[in-house]
């Protein structure tokens, strides 16, 4: 059953800060090495620390989450392992720094009948205490499996174009994520979601072992769009965005295929559009309708 007059329903501010050795964790977590000091070390050569700012999916949104009753947010009377990460956006209003210092407030958006289940649609929008203006907004879509079928709205069409054109990828990225990379992720990334980390749990849900963490796989699509498209400056990139369309393991090689040209063209704000998806060894797409913005 789920809780549809939990519409609308916030949160109370929450403050989160964060330090430079927590953006270098989580550098590490999407793949970074020794050969991107600048943002798995704090201590760079004097220089101010770059962090990947997905960071703030782990080091803001899922603090956040930890403080709720459930992950998602009191919206129904489900089990732990029939909540499934369906959909992540985000939009940066300013370069995410290595020590931050941000308020949150969380919204139930909306909750929508996929028929097979439902789709709880989480609201987040971060401010810079420092500064008093907006740092990012989320979007967090959570698949409920089973509790679909309750008569409610399907959800708006996405307005947004997100499949990629019809040709070559104009640019491609691989990482080989770790034989531990749930259990480096459940930390780098503060998720606790036992269906990541264990074998019963990840198997009451249909897999066949613990699966890879949604957030943590668009850190690496992330990471690849910043290095291949945006120079290795992570300020360019404006927002990101995709759909969880299949599991991934421990161990699997994470290909990010990516398309910018214009014929995707530039969004409201002038930046331009990237498309992309992610794979993996066995060619399954793991992340798909992905949409982000670099700035020119």
Same mark, same amino acid.
């Given at each position: 059953m789920m809780y549809l007059d939990r519409v609308g329903a916030e949160s109370r501010p929450e403050r989160h800060t964060w330090e #430079?050795?927590?953006?270098?964790?989580?550098?590490?977590?999407?793949?970074?090495? %020794?050969?991107?000091?600048? !943002? %798995?070390?704090? *201590?760079?050569?004097?220089?101010?620390?770059?962090?990947?700012?997905?960071? =703030?999916?782990?080091?803001?949104?899922?603090a956040e989450s930890m403080s709720w009753p459930d992950p998602g947010f009191q919206t129904g009377d489900y089990d732990p392992h029939e909540l499934v990460l369906g959909e992540q956006?985000? %939009?940066?209003?300013?370069?995410?720094?290595?020590?931050?210092? $941000?308020? =949150?407030?969380?919204? $139930?958006? /909306?909750?929508y009948d996929k028929g097979s289940g439902a789709l709880v649609v989480l609201e987040s929008r971060a401010r810079n205490n420092t500064t008093g203006q907006p740092m990012f907004t989320a979007s967090t879509g959570i !698949? $409920?499996?089973?509790?679909?079928?309750?008569?409610?709205?399907?959800?708006?069409?996405? /307005?947004?174009r997100t499949n #990629?054109?019809? +040709?070559?990828?104009?640019?491609?990225?691989?990482?080989?994520?770790?034989?531990?990379? %749930?259990?480096?992720?459940?930390?780098?990334?503060?998720?606790r979601n036992p269906i990541? =980390?264990? +074998?019963? *749990?990840?198997?009451?849900?249909?897999?066949?072992?613990?699966?890879?963490?949604?957030?943590?796989?668009?850190?690496? /699509?992330?990471?690849?769009?910043?290095?291949?498209?945006?120079?290795?400056?992570? *300020?360019?990139? +404006?927002?990101?965005?995709? +759909? !969880?369309?299949?599991?991934g393991y421990n161990g699997d090689i994470l290909v990010t295929e990516m398309w910018r040209g214009g014929d995707l063209g530039r969004d409201e704000r002038g930046d331009d559009v990237v498309l992309f998806r992610v794979l993996n060894q066995r060619r399954e797409v793991l992340v798909d309708r992905g949409r982000a913005t670099i700035a020119s």
């Amino acid at each position: 059953m789920m809780y549809l007059d939990r519409v609308g329903a916030e949160s109370r501010p929450e403050r989160h800060t964060w330090e #430079p050795d927590a953006c270098a964790l989580y550098a590490i977590a999407v793949g970074a090495g %020794t050969a991107d000091e600048a !943002f %798995t070390l704090d *201590t760079f050569h004097g220089k101010d620390q770059l962090v990947y700012p997905t960071f =703030v999916l782990s080091g803001v949104l899922a603090a956040e989450s930890m403080s709720w009753p459930d992950p998602g947010f009191q919206t129904g009377d489900y089990d732990p392992h029939e909540l499934v990460l369906g959909e992540q956006g985000i %939009t940066f209003h300013a370069p995410i720094p290595a020590r931050g210092d $941000v308020n =949150v407030i969380t919204k $139930v958006a /909306a909750i929508y009948d996929k028929g097979s289940g439902a789709l709880v649609v989480l609201e987040s929008r971060a401010r810079n205490n420092t500064t008093g203006q907006p740092m990012f907004t989320a979007s967090t879509g959570i !698949f $409920v499996t089973g509790h679909g079928s309750f008569g409610g709205e399907r959800g708006p069409a996405n /307005a947004a174009r997100t499949n #990629p054109p019809d +040709r070559r990828a104009d640019a491609s990225n691989w990482s080989e994520t770790s034989r531990v990379q %749930t259990l480096l992720y459940r930390y780098a990334g503060n998720d606790r979601n036992p269906i990541h =980390v264990d +074998r019963d *749990t990840a198997w009451k849900a249909g897999y066949r072992e613990p699966i890879l963490m949604g957030q943590n796989t668009i850190g690496f /699509a992330c990471r690849a769009i910043i290095n291949e498209l945006g120079d290795g400056n992570p *300020t360019r990139l +404006r927002s990101i965005s995709g +759909r !969880f369309a299949a599991a991934g393991y421990n161990g699997d090689i994470l290909v990010t295929e990516m398309w910018r040209g214009g014929d995707l063209g530039r969004d409201e704000r002038g930046d331009d559009v990237v498309l992309f998806r992610v794979l993996n060894q066995r060619r399954e797409v793991l992340v798909d309708r992905g949409r982000a913005t670099i700035a020119s």
